[in-house]
């Protein structure tokens, strides 16, 4: 997996990066292809931390964002959220009849 984090108002240092690179390697298991993605970590002026990603994909480009008071918090929703969509896109894909029982049943 591909991954540009970029910090808006915010350092971004190596735990941050490595937590935000585990976090999103959980997406590769829903998808055959390297998933390339950008994300963006920020700090609102009012102190909430603010994490979204963009992952463009066949068909579709994926957007999701949280905000939380704790930065790591905030890339835990965004990891969900960002699973959530992924497998969705993923079972509209898929054809889950099963064509072995249509068959059958229509020449019987």
Do not use: C, W
Not at 39 to 60: D, F, N
Not at 85 to 96: G, N, P, S, T, Y
Request: glycine share 2%.
């Amino acid at each position: 997996m591909n991954i540009d984090i970029t910090g808006q108002n915010v350092d971004i240092t190596d735990a941050l990066r490595a937590y935000v690179t585990d976090k999103l390697a959980r997406l590769e298991r829903h998808s055959d292809k390297s998933l390339q993605a950008h994300v963006v970590l920020s700090v609102e002026t009012s102190r909430l931390q603010q994490a979204e990603a963009t992952i463009p994909i066949a068909g579709a480009t994926l957007f999701a964002n949280a905000t939380d008071e704790n930065m790591y918090a905030a890339i835990d929703a965004l990891a969900d959220k960002l699973d959530r969509q992924l497998k969705k896109h993923e079972d509209k894909r898929h054809d889950h009849h099963n064509r072995e029982a249509r068959r059958s049943s229509l020449y019987s």
